[in-house]
């Protein structure tokens, strides 16, 4: 079952998405989901499946992108900013609801492509795309020098 991201369940996405982020401070990454509640370009889906207990177990965040989205051939772009689900519901389906929810949400918003990324020595997250259907559209390296 879904919920969207609301002041009632913040504080579990933050929980969530530290386990996914664990070099963000949880503080931050409750304000940061705290300011997607008000936002008309972000959006959160958190899954979870016992009514009763309503014990989250994972989530997907997104958000609307106007500039370029590598290999994009359309703009708005949806983009699949993170997506976790907990090790013990993993392979379960869980993540390609999540996913569906992000991809209705960007129908809806006018968007017809929707991205993501990850690092590229992270095979499993490379696979989990391509096994939901992303195309890889580029390999990037970024580089940084203080001057």
Partial sequence: MIDKLNNDNVKECARLAYELWPETEYEELFDDFTDIISSDKAECFLYYEDEASKEYIGFAQASIRFDYVEGSDSSPVVYLEGIYVDENYRRRGVAQVLVKCVEDWGKDMGCSEIASDCVLDNYLSVDFHKG????????????????
Avoid: W, Y
């Fill in 132 to 147: 939901i259907g992303f195309k890889e559209a580029n390999r990037l390296v970024c580089f940084i020098k203080s001057i």
